[in-house]
Nanobody, 126 residues
Framework: QVQLVESGGGLVQAGGSLRLSCAASGRTFSSYGMGWFRQAPGKEREFVAAIRWSGGRTYYADSVKGRFTSSRDNAKNTVYLQMNSLKPEDTAVYYC???????????????????WGQGTQVTVSS
């Protein structure tokens, strides 16, 4: 079982930055692919970023490519999402998620994740 707790959300002006953290419990965190998703009011949850279990590969939604960076520190059981050049359309609740298959690479698809955090609100003002 893995429990995930996001933090780092808040209110920021357009063009600003935030860094989200996702702290995980569980000894096998370091072997799971991780993902970030977001959900804006009235919209479906959408993929933002994913990172391989080793941290050796990351991939991003086109809408955030070049602005967001995902990383992980397996020694600290934490994954990060650095968000730069934020736009009002980035406003959403952000969720981290963990896969349950060992040595996994992350995925674009929510159904391929077994564990989810409670989410953290990110609001970008214009």
């Amino acid at each position: 079982q893995v429990q995930l707790v996001e933090s780092g959300g808040g209110l920021v002006q357009a063009g600003g930055s935030l860094r989200l953290s996702c702290a995980a419990s569980g000894r096998t965190f370091s072997s799971y692919g991780m993902g970030w998703f977001r959900q804006a009011p009235g919209k479906e949850r959408e993929f933002v970023a994913a990172i391989r279990w080793s941290g050796g590969r990351t991939y991003y939604a086109d809408s955030v490519k070049g602005r967001f960076t995902s990383s992980r520190d397996n020694a600290k059981n934490t994954v990060y999402l650095q968000m730069n050049s934020l736009k009002p359309e980035d406003t959403a609740v952000y969720y981290c998620a963990a896969q349950s298959r060992t040595y996994s690479s992350g995925s674009y698809y929510p159904h391929e994740y077994a564990y989810w955090g409670q989410g953290t609100q990110v609001t970008v003002s214009s």
